[in-house]
């Protein structure tokens, strides 16, 4: 957002970085700015989900520590999650 502001501005994005180190209401826009970015991104991940969009479902589980890899599966409208691998860690055996 910062690259597209300082583009509107005539001026850099390095430019407005270091104001915002000088001005709270610059890094606050900056915030704010990312702040409604990521929440429409999420918004539109839930809308994806809701809709059984497998690739939502994958990213919605792993980015929630259900393992490294998940897989889905579309039946019909229901997304299922078929199988999860994740990593267990080695315990040795001392005896």
Do not use: N
Not at 1 to 6: G, I, K, Q, S, T
Not at 39 to 57: R, S
């Amino acid at each position: 957002m910062v690259f597209l502001a300082a583009k509107q501005l005539g001026c850099t994005a390095k430019t407005i970085y270091k104001r915002s180190h000088d001005v709270a209401e610059v890094a606050e826009a900056i915030e704010h700015a990312r702040g409604e970015f990521h929440d429409t991104a999420e918004m539109k991940l839930y809308d994806a989900v809701q809709a059984g969009e497998p690739w939502a479902v994958r990213l919605a589980l792993t980015k929630r520590g259900y393992g490294s890899k998940v897989a889905v599966e579309a039946v019909g409208t229901t997304v299922e999650l078929v199988h999860e691998i994740v990593t267990v860690p080695t315990v040795l055996d001392a005896g």
